[in-house]
């Protein structure tokens, strides 16, 4: 069976790799350590597709070193320890490279076993992941390695490949491929920045294409179809779901309506719709707040007709939601409050809740000083009345500031004006 395109036509040499220019362009520290010949272990992390299986095998064959892969997904310390009695042998006679792809995977047992070897460099590791090494890999391991992350592509980094395989596939095919404008460049563009994604692409466009008068056309409306979804790379359980999470918060905060509506699409592509929804609500509780306390029921109501209409329906009252928050007025008056009030109650800064306050209708014998003495708002002129209300500790505590805005100001001059009174 064929192997598949990406393979076939696979960069040997560093200049023949796209992007990753922050890594290996002239000068760069991870190049002039591969071109050095000294490579020490390495962790690559960074999202699928991006070249760090290519890399890998590329340095394998600078160092002339004996070349094992391993996926963690499938390997175990049988796989491992089958590594390591070759060390010393004719088949390692410069050393073992070996590249642990999706590292995570492994156990901490799995990741000591290789411990003692590349500590003495009888092993070289080049490990990669796509999710946030610090958190997934044994420190152990990580101590003795040394982190490049590696970047998602840009579509004038993934140009040349496409058009590279395009190349390949006609001579491979001893048959012209006529290639309708726009296709190049919509695959480079609809592949999320995965070269792999993208290679894939070509390869279906070709295979799905007619042949007519011995030659292959490939058209755009083609390749759009081949690649409706491609650019969407989303793990609900890895790093890109917190990033555009996050991105799709703080672009609300930020009042940028445009960026917060692009990562509301992203999360609904992938049909992440509960967490569009939290984040929203969570969004103008906690950013809009008082500034506009009306918005808290509005985006409620928006989010309660998203759930009940499900996909694709929901983008549109999620929409209308979105756009509201970021047009809003911001304030995070009532989020400084709570979270200074919880940090004092958090570390036992409370007391015993005042006698006026408390919910009692009797004294004891004991109490000298009988009465609740609780003094009714209502019963005063404009239903307020000065009297403690937090407990001795915190009597004089502040954590609630009004916020410069609009509707704030305009309650601090209400209650300005009463309380002087």
């Known amino acids: 069976m064929s192997a598949p395109l990406a393979q076939r036509i696979r960069p040997t040499t560093i200049d023949e790799m796209v992007g990753q220019h922050h890594l290996l362009d002239e000068g760069k520290p991870l190049r002039n350590i591969i071109l050095s010949g000294n490579v020490p272990n390495l962790v690559f992390y960074g999202p ?66 290789l411990l003692e070897y590349i500590e003495s460099g009888e092993i070289t ?103 409706q979804k491609s650019a969407m790379k989303y793990d609900k359980d890895g790093d890109e779901h917190y990033d555009i999470i996050s991105a799709y918060h703080k672009s609300m905060r930020g009042s940028d309506a445009d960026a917060a509506i692009h990562y509301l699409a992203r999360l609904l592509e992938a049909g992440d719709l509960p967490s569009a929804c939290r984040r929203l609500l969570a969004c103008a509780c ?14 409620k109501a928006a989010v309660d007709s998203a759930l009940m209409l499900g996909l694709p329906e929901a983008k549109l009252p999620l929409a209308n939601a979105v756009i509201l928050v970021c047009n809003s007025p911001k304030s995070n008056s009532a989020v400084n409050a709570i979270s200074a009030a919880w940090e004092d109650v958090r570390k036992g800064r409370t007391g015993p809740v005042p006698r006026n306050l408390q919910n009692k209708h009797y004294d004891g ?57």
């Open 48 to 113: 699928s597709g991006v070249g760090k299986t290519t890399l890998a095998s590329i340095i394998a064959k600078q160092t002339n070193r004996h070349f094992v892969k391993l996926n963690g997904t499938t390997a175990g310390t049988a796989d491992i320890k089958a590594i390591i009695s070759k060390i010393d042998t004719l088949e390692a006679l410069n050393g073992i490279l070996l590249y642990l792809d999706e590292i995570q995977y492994l156990n901490k047992k799995q990741q000591q076993t």
């Open 365 to 421: 014998e004991d109490n000298q000083n009988k009465g609740q003495f609780y003094l009714y708002a209502h019963d005063f002129e404009n239903h307020w009345v000065k009297q403690q209300y937090l407990p001795d500790a915190l009597k004089d505590v502040k954590y609630y500031e009004y916020g410069d805005n609009k509707n704030e100001m305009s309650a601090k001059q209400y209650w300005d004006k009463i309380k002087k009174q």
């Open 125 to 227: 590791l080049i490990a990669s992941t796509t999710e946030n090494p610090y958190f997934y890999i044994y420190n152990a391991i990580l101590s003795r390695s040394t982190v490049f992350e590696f970047k998602s592509l840009y579509p004038s980094d993934i140009l040349p490949a496409v058009e590279r395989a395009f190349a390949f596939l006609e001579s491979d095919y001893a048959c012209p491929i006529i290639i309708e404008d726009g296709v190049k460049e919509h695959i480079s563009q609809a592949c999320g920045g995965d070269v792999r994604k993208a290679l894939n692409a070509v390869e279906l466009c070709v295979l799905s294409s007619r042949r007519q008068g011995g030659q292959i056309s490939v058209t755009l409306e083609a390749a759009r179809e081949l690649t």
């Open 286 to 299: 906690e950013d809009v707040g008082l500034a506009y306390p009306q918005i808290i029921p509005i985006v």
